[in-house]
Protein backbone atom coordinates (compact mmCIF):
# COMPACT_ATOMS: atom_id res chain seq x y z
CA UNK A 1 0.00 0.00 0.00
CA UNK A 2 1.24 3.59 -1.21
CA UNK A 3 3.16 5.12 2.01
CA UNK A 4 1.85 8.47 0.86
CA UNK A 5 -2.09 7.55 0.91
CA UNK A 6 -1.95 5.88 4.10
CA UNK A 7 -0.38 8.83 5.90
CA UNK A 8 -3.05 10.94 4.49
CA UNK A 9 -5.80 8.72 5.62
CA UNK A 10 -4.29 8.30 8.80
CA UNK A 11 -4.44 12.22 9.04
CA UNK A 12 -7.97 12.41 7.90
CA UNK A 13 -9.33 10.05 10.43
CA UNK A 14 -7.10 11.36 12.90
CA UNK A 15 -9.00 15.20 12.17
CA UNK A 16 -5.97 16.75 10.53
CA UNK A 17 -6.88 16.81 6.91
CA UNK A 18 -10.10 17.60 5.30
CA UNK A 19 -11.51 14.87 3.15
CA UNK A 20 -10.52 16.49 -0.07
CA UNK A 21 -7.04 15.36 0.58
CA UNK A 22 -8.42 11.99 0.74
CA UNK A 23 -10.03 12.07 -2.42
CA UNK A 24 -6.90 13.89 -4.02
CA UNK A 25 -4.79 11.05 -2.63
CA UNK A 26 -7.08 8.09 -3.16
CA UNK A 27 -7.81 8.87 -6.75
CA UNK A 28 -4.71 9.77 -7.78
CA UNK A 29 -3.44 6.37 -6.04
CA UNK A 30 -6.04 4.60 -7.61
CA UNK A 31 -5.77 5.43 -11.43
CA UNK A 32 -1.98 5.36 -10.89
CA UNK A 33 -1.71 2.03 -9.32
CA UNK A 34 -3.64 0.34 -12.01
CA UNK A 35 -2.08 -3.10 -11.73
CA UNK A 36 -1.04 -3.80 -8.42
CA UNK A 37 -3.02 -4.51 -5.06
CA UNK A 38 -2.88 -0.73 -4.45
CA UNK A 39 -6.10 -0.71 -6.73
CA UNK A 40 -8.34 -3.12 -5.58
CA UNK A 41 -7.28 -1.82 -1.98
CA UNK A 42 -8.78 1.67 -2.74
CA UNK A 43 -11.71 0.68 -4.57
CA UNK A 44 -13.99 0.92 -1.03
CA UNK A 45 -12.60 4.31 -0.91
CA UNK A 46 -13.35 5.50 -4.66
CA UNK A 47 -16.55 3.62 -4.32
CA UNK A 48 -17.60 6.59 -1.35
CA UNK A 49 -16.16 8.74 -3.61
CA UNK A 50 -17.98 7.91 -6.84
CA UNK A 51 -21.22 7.85 -4.61
CA UNK A 52 -20.97 11.02 -2.91
CA UNK A 53 -20.13 13.33 -5.65
CA UNK A 54 -19.50 12.46 -9.38
CA UNK A 55 -17.12 15.55 -10.49
CA UNK A 56 -15.59 16.08 -6.91
CA UNK A 57 -12.37 15.35 -8.92
CA UNK A 58 -11.36 15.91 -12.71
CA UNK A 59 -8.99 14.53 -15.13
CA UNK A 60 -6.98 16.21 -17.58
CA UNK A 61 -4.13 15.21 -19.77
CA UNK A 62 -1.04 15.98 -19.35
CA UNK A 63 1.31 17.48 -22.03
CA UNK A 64 5.08 16.44 -20.21
CA UNK A 65 4.18 12.52 -19.59
CA UNK A 66 1.34 9.96 -20.74
CA UNK A 67 -1.69 9.51 -17.86
CA UNK A 68 -4.30 12.01 -16.25
CA UNK A 69 -3.01 15.10 -14.22
CA UNK A 70 -5.70 14.45 -11.15
CA UNK A 71 -7.40 18.47 -9.85
CA UNK A 72 -10.28 19.21 -7.78
CA UNK A 73 -13.16 20.37 -9.10
CA UNK A 74 -15.22 23.43 -8.04
CA UNK A 75 -17.27 21.37 -5.55
CA UNK A 76 -16.26 20.34 -2.08
CA UNK A 77 -17.17 16.87 -0.83
CA UNK A 78 -20.38 16.77 0.38
CA UNK A 79 -20.48 16.67 4.69
CA UNK A 80 -23.17 13.42 4.51
CA UNK A 81 -20.78 11.50 2.75
CA UNK A 82 -18.16 11.85 5.28
CA UNK A 83 -18.98 9.25 7.77
CA UNK A 84 -18.34 6.90 4.96
CA UNK A 85 -15.21 8.24 4.17
CA UNK A 86 -13.76 7.86 6.97
CA UNK A 87 -15.53 3.84 7.23
CA UNK A 88 -13.66 3.62 3.88
CA UNK A 89 -10.41 5.08 5.34
CA UNK A 90 -10.12 2.80 8.36
CA UNK A 91 -10.70 -0.02 6.89
CA UNK A 92 -7.60 1.02 4.26
CA UNK A 93 -5.87 1.15 7.31
CA UNK A 94 -6.66 -1.84 9.02
CA UNK A 95 -5.89 -3.94 5.95
CA UNK A 96 -9.57 -4.54 5.26
CA UNK A 97 -10.76 -5.67 1.88
CA UNK A 98 -6.71 -5.66 0.61
CA UNK A 99 -4.75 -8.71 -0.17
CA UNK A 100 -2.47 -9.28 2.09
CA UNK A 101 1.31 -9.45 1.65
CA UNK A 102 2.29 -12.15 -0.54
CA UNK A 103 -1.31 -13.02 -1.67
CA UNK A 104 -1.54 -9.69 -3.14
CA UNK A 105 1.77 -9.70 -4.57
CA UNK A 106 0.65 -13.09 -6.37
CA UNK A 107 -2.55 -12.04 -7.72
CA UNK A 108 -0.57 -8.95 -8.67
CA UNK A 109 1.94 -10.96 -10.90
CA UNK A 110 -1.17 -13.21 -12.41
CA UNK A 111 -2.62 -10.24 -13.27
CA UNK A 112 0.28 -8.66 -14.79
CA UNK A 113 0.98 -12.35 -17.13
CA UNK A 114 -2.61 -12.33 -18.48
CA UNK A 115 -2.24 -8.85 -19.28
CA UNK A 116 0.38 -9.60 -20.99
CA UNK A 117 -0.95 -13.05 -22.99
CA UNK A 118 -4.39 -10.90 -23.80
Not at 11 to 28: F, S
Amino acid sequence: MSSAVRETLAEYVAGRVEAERVVIAATVAYYRNARDGTREALRPLIDVIDRASPGVVELAGTVDQPGFDVRLAERSFPEQYEPALRRAAEAYLAGGGAAPGVIGRLLGAIRRLLSALA
